[in-house]
Every structure is written in C-alpha cells, then in structure tokens.
C-alpha cells in the first residue's frame, strides 16, 4: 500500500514507528499530511503538499540508509573501567544512565578527580 492509500490511522501508527527510523522528509510531510492535514491552515497544507509531492521522486529511493543503529548500554566500557582500575561493579545497571553516572562518579573519584563527571553538580 502506499502512502497516498494510507489511512488517517495507518498514517498515525506509521508516524510513530518513523521516530525509531530515518524516513525522507517527504515522506513524514506525506504522512502528516494524511493525520492532520484537515486540522492545518492553508500555508502550512501547501508546505507541506510541496514536500510531500516530493515523495515519488527518485521512485522512492534514497542513498540515505532507512534505518539506523541503535544505542547500546554500557556494558562493556564498565567491564572494561572495572578491570583496568579495580573498581567493584556494585550493582551498575549498563542501560540506566543514572547508574552509569554514579559509576562514572565513582571512577573519577578512584582517580583523584575532584569535580563530577560531564559537568555535573557534585
């Protein structure tokens, strides 16, 4: 189906699953276009059906990757921290920044830092 088919709803859910993807510009205007095109003022349809018109060029195509890698937790730089600099894990959670934080604070501190990591207040 493509996007000019696509329901209000279709277009909503697809907005959605587009904030975890690199979709063209062309195409989210399209989309937006199709959820709330009927609730915009005039200048702001024609922004948009300017960009959504778009879309088809190229045939859809892009040279531009429609996806991209995903945050991965720390896990291996706290290992690796741990080791070198003898450091308890205690607990450190790799996917929670706070944790990381802490871990980190603790770092800097096993060193002889003063001051909390990234600028922080201590």
Known sequence: ???????????????????????????????????????LGLRDRMTLGRAAGAASRWNGWSSMPADFARPVGGARQIDAAARLFELPLGGVDPDNPVSLLDFSARLSESLGSRSSPAGLPA
């Open 1 to 39: 189906m493509s996007i000019a088919e696509t329901s209000a709803e279709d277009a909503l859910v697809a907005l959605h699953t587009s904030l975890d993807e690199r979709r063209r510009p062309e195409e989210v205007a399209h989309l937006v276009l199709r959820v709330v095109g009927g609730q």
